[in-house]
């Protein structure tokens, strides 16, 4: 075994990707305090070819020293959005045939590995706050939640890791999502 090169991993240019069909999934963030986090989360989508992410409220925007520091280039090629309020990111891709889908423990939310994406329907999947969660106006407004099962005693996990849990689960389960 040996590491691949840079060279051996055949990424695309910013430019040809993108081009690139994207898988159709946008990222909702709410009120993300940490530029950590929103650095992560656009690497992630980056990595999984995601369609788009919104930034939403407090939710830091590029360009930003310490965004730029974990999204190591991503946001230049992520698409990104920023609207002032969540629910008006929310009603905009209800508005536009998203399935909207808040990550987040609730009274009705199923576990991650129960949740069916839809093939043919596009997924934005809604990440709250890092001390509040998805807040009570997004809650009210999705029809479906989803929950990372969790057996420890904090029931709780950095909003960057829970996106690429979440991400990386829809994907795997999706026919067309991991080819290369």
Same mark, same amino acid.
């Given at each position: 075994m040996r590491k691949l090169t840079t060279s051996e991993l055949n990424r695309p240019s910013i430019a040809d990707f993108k081009t690139k069909p994207k898988l159709p999934i946008v990222i909702v963030l709410d009120n993300i305090r940490s530029l950590h986090n929103v650095g992560s989360i656009f690497r992630t989508a980056d990595a999984f070819n995601l369609e788009a992410i919104f930034l939403c409220g407090i939710t830091a925007t590029?360009?930003?020293?310490?965004?730029?520091? /974990?999204?190591?280039?991503?946001?230049?090629?992520?698409?990104?959005?920023? #609207?002032?309020? /969540?629910?008006?990111? !929310?009603? #905009?891709?209800?508005?536009?045939g998203y399935n909207v889908v808040a990550v987040e423990q609730t009274d009705r939310s199923i576990p991650l590995a129960s949740f069916a994406a839809q093939e043919t /329907?596009?997924?934005a999947l809604v990440f709250g706050n890092e001390v509040h969660g998805v807040s009570e106006? !997004?809650?009210?407004? !999705? *029809?479906?939640?989803?929950?990372?099962?969790? #057996?420890? /005693? *904090?029931?709780?996990?950095n909003v960057a890791v829970s996106a690429g849990i979440v991400i990386w689960e829809i994907c795997r389960a999706s026919k067309n999502c991991c080819e290369k």
């Amino acid at each position: 075994m040996r590491k691949l090169t840079t060279s051996e991993l055949n990424r695309p240019s910013i430019a040809d990707f993108k081009t690139k069909p994207k898988l159709p999934i946008v990222i909702v963030l709410d009120n993300i305090r940490s530029l950590h986090n929103v650095g992560s989360i656009f690497r992630t989508a980056d990595a999984f070819n995601l369609e788009a992410i919104f930034l939403c409220g407090i939710t830091a925007t590029p360009p930003h020293r310490e965004i730029h520091r /974990t999204a190591l280039g991503a946001t230049e090629s992520v698409t990104w959005r920023y #609207f002032e309020q /969540t629910p008006e990111a !929310v009603n #905009f891709l209800m508005n536009n045939g998203y399935n909207v889908v808040a990550v987040e423990q609730t009274d009705r939310s199923i576990p991650l590995a129960s949740f069916a994406a839809q093939e043919t /329907t596009s997924l934005a999947l809604v990440f709250g706050n890092e001390v509040h969660g998805v807040s009570e106006e !997004v809650i009210r407004e !999705v *029809k479906q939640a989803i929950e990372i099962p969790q #057996f420890g /005693t *904090k029931h709780s996990l950095n909003v960057a890791v829970s996106a690429g849990i979440v991400i990386w689960e829809i994907c795997r389960a999706s026919k067309n999502c991991c080819e290369k």
